[in-house]
Each structure stands twice: as structure tokens, then as C-alpha cells.
């Protein structure tokens, strides 16, 4: 029963995973189908990534008392219907609406997964290998979505991925039917709990210089991770000129490189200090970057562009996402350990909604960019958030170290 638990949480979490971030491809359709202006479509980053911060604000307490696993099931529920509803859609309006649920209801999922991996760990060292495996099969589930919606943009009826999508929803609400998990512990526990107290925990925490220059560095690095994952596939197809199919599939690189990097600088972080590591990974990004983007400009339209002839910049591009990919796991490493065990939730909660806040703001501001500015500009402005980065974090080491002293 353990291994059906926690590969029924791994799945749901990618599930939910794919829809959160097949942000960026829908935007795109969403222009090309609804004629949307690109600011316009950058508001279904803020549709979902508010409705996380509602979630992770007003329903801390709901969910265990609700439960982990009616919550999930309750979850996928939804889900299913709005993804069914969604194939119909006929204006934007209906894919608004889409993120709004999807950010309510990951907000929940990521609330139920993480308390309910402390239900079957025997050991932080069950814990952390249980959360590897779980954020593992989560980017393979954002991997997958690329590819899903690539295919069915590439067979001309994009919103036919949503049958599929309820289709896989209504599976694994169905799984959850028949798993049993002893929630007695948490129900022990949160007895008595209340938003208002996990406000006052969270504001509590925020007030320390620790914990904001932890955020301010978390809420940067979301807003280039977004501005970049978010807008990849407009930029494949409006600069370089890709195939709208081809657009979205090959903006996959972006978040293979996140996963490779994690896997990697995991075990590199056994060995050598955090700051060093990041703020190589910072240097080698800035000079990607500057290296790929030049490669760009003066890309013309061909037919028959495929794979083996796509323009240098579309592989070289996305690679800043290896580069990207220790910098979040590791700052938050860092701040939750130098707490107590009874501050980390209040600490989850924090960086939640700075990193939904970024990933609103990093969309908006890449979108308008790209309105308003010529070619690769865009992409090149993120240049400021990285150096303010670089900049932060060994002031985020001494604020920390103070904190674990």
C-alpha cells in the first residue's frame, strides 16, 4: 500500500504539474486562436499563480481537515470537469478561468502532497528520497505536457488535449478511491489549527532580515524561470520562426535542462560549498545568454524547417535552464534548515506566494517586453534580475548563518 500511495501523490503532483505549466504553450494558441495580444495573454500566469497564493493563504488548515486524500480526490474531480469544459472554449475568457481553477486546485495538491510524504516516510532519509522522487516524476509530467499539446497542435485540434487531460483526471481520482492513508497523525496535530494562525506565523517569520533576503533571491529567480519557460514557445515562433508544433516541443529543452541540472548539482552539492556552485551557475548563465541570443537575429521564415535544420539559437537557448536549475531547490535547502521543524510550514507558505508572485510578475514584464520591444530584447533584460541574484546571495549565507547561530 506504501508504493500505491506514493506513486498515486507522484502522479497527481506531475498531473497537476503539466497543466500548471502548460502555461506558455496556451498562450501562444490563445493568440493565434483568440487574437489576444501577448500582455493580455501573459494574465493567465497571474490566473493561476494568484490562485495559489489564495490557496496556500486561506487553505492551510482546510486540507487536513478536510484530508489529504478526499482533498486530492476532490481535486482531480474538478479538474476533470474543467478540463472538459475547456475543450469547448470559445474565448479567452475560458482559459482565464482554466488557471484559476488549476492554481487553486495545485495549491491544494502541493498542501496534501508534501504533509502527506511525512505520513509514509520512516526516516528524513525516506523523507528526502521520497520528495526527490516525487519532484522527479513532476518535471517528467511538464516534460510530457510539452509533447502532448505539441502533438495535438501539430494535428490542428489543440483543444482535444483537454479530453485526455479529464480523461487522465477522472483515472486517477478513481486510483485514490481504492488507497487507504492513515491520516490519524495529522488529524492529532493540525487539531485546533487555523489560517488566521498561519497568517500570524508567516508574517512573524517574514519580519526577519533572514527570510526576506530568502524570498527576494526566490522571487527573482522565478521571475526569469517563468519569463523564460513561459514565453519560449512564442519566441521559437515569432523570432525563429519554428512551426507552432515545433514551437512547443522544442521549448521542452528548457525544462529537461532544469531537470538534468537538479540531478547533477545534487551530487556536486555533496561535495563543494552552495555559494560557489550558484554563483558559477549564475556566471555561465549570463554568458549563455549573451552567446545564444545574438544567434537569433536575422533569423528568416524557411519551409520545411525540421528538427535537424532548426536554428542554432532554438538548442542553444533553452540550455540556460541547466544553469537555472540549482539555484531554487538549493536557497530553499538552505533557509529550511537553518529553522526549526515548527517554522517550516510557515516558511513553505512564504515561499509559496513570493515564488507565485515572481512567476506573475516575470510573465507579465517578459510579455509587455516582447510587445513593445524589438526581437531578443526581451530576453536579454533578464540579464538584470540574474546580476541582482549574484548580488544577493552571499548576503542571504551571512543573514542565514546568523539565524542557525
Avoid at 521559437?236 to 519554428?242: A, K, V
Wanted: glycine share 10%; aromatic share 8%.
Amino acid at each position: 500500500m506504501r508504493k500505491r500511495i506514493i506513486l498515486a501523490l507522484a502522479l497527481t503532483y506531475a498531473l497537476l504539474g503539466l497543466l500548471m505549466n502548460s502555461v506558455g504553450i496556451v498562450i501562444l494558441q490563445s493568440i493565434a486562436q483568440f487574437g489576444i495580444s501577448k500582455p493580455m495573454g501573459s494574465t493567465l500566469e497571474a490566473c493561476k499563480d494568484l490562485s495559489v497564493v489564495v490557496a496556500s493563504l486561506l487553505l492551510v488548515a482546510a486540507v487536513p481537515a478536510v484530508g489529504y486524500r478526499r482533498s486530492l480526490i476532490g481535486v482531480l474531480a474538478a479538474m476533470a470537469a474543467t478540463c472538459l469544459l475547456a475543450s469547448f472554449a470559445t474565448g479567452f475568457a475560458a482559459m482565464q478561468a482554466l488557471f484559476v481553477v488549476t492554481g487553486l486546485s495545485f495549491g491544494i495538491t502541493k498542501i496534501a502532497t508534501y504533509s502527506a510524504i511525512g505520513l509514509v516516510a520512516r526516516d528524513p532519509a525516506d523523507h528526502a528520497s521520497i520528495t526527490g522522487l516525487i519532484e522527479g516524476v513532476f518535471m517528467g509530467g511538464v516534460l510530457a505536457g510539452a509533447w502532448l499539446f505539441g502533438w495535438f497542435i501539430d494535428a490542428g485540434e489543440w483543444l482535444r488535449v483537454y479530453w485526455l487531460l479529464a480523461a487522465i483526471c477522472t483515472l486517477a481520482a478513481l486510483a485514490w478511491l481504492g488507497i487507504r492513508l492513515d491520516e490519524s497523525t495529522a488529524a492529532t496535530e493540525n487539531t485546533g489549527a487555523s489560517a488566521a494562525a498561519g497568517w500570524r506565523a508567516m508574517l512573524a517569520l517574514a519580519s526577519l532580515p533572514a527570510t526576506a533576503a530568502v524570498l527576494a533571491v526566490l522571487f527573482l529567480y522565478v521571475l526569469v524561470e517563468q519569463g523564460v519557460g513561459t514565453w519560449l514557445p512564442t519566441f521559437n515562433r515569432e523570432i525563429l520562426h519554428l512551426p507552432a508544433a515545433m514551437s512547443v516541443q522544442m521549448s521542452s529543452i528548457f525544462v529537461a535542462s532544469i531537470a538534468l541540472g537538479r540531478l547533477l548539482s545534487g551530487a556536486l552539492l555533496r561535495r563543494v560549498g552552495w555559494l560557489p556552485v550558484l554563483l558559477a551557475c549564475l556566471a555561465a548563465l549570463a554568458l549563455l545568454v549573451v552567446a545564444a541570443l545574438p544567434l537569433a537575429e536575422g533569423v528568416r521564415p524557411r519551409a520545411g524547417i525540421g528538427w535537424g535544420s532548426a536554428p542554432l539559437a532554438a538548442w542553444l537557448f533553452p540550455l540556460v535552464g541547466f544553469f537555472l536549475a540549482p539555484i531554487y531547490p538549493t536557497v530553499c535547502s538552505v533557509a529550511l534548515s537553518a529553522l526549526p521543524q515548527h517554522r517550516h510550514a510557515a516558511m513553505i507558505g512564504l515561499i509559496v506566494i513570493f515564488s507565485a508572485l515572481g512567476g506573475t510578475i516575470g510573465s507579465f514584464l517578459v510579455g509587455l517586453l516582447f510587445q513593445t520591444l524589438p526581437g531578443t530584447t526581451a530576453f536579454y533584460l533578464l540579464l538584470f534580475p540574474i546580476a541582482l541574484v549574484a548580488l544577493a546571495l552571499p548576503l542571504v549565507r551571512r543573514r542565514v548563518a546568523g539565524v542557525a547561530a
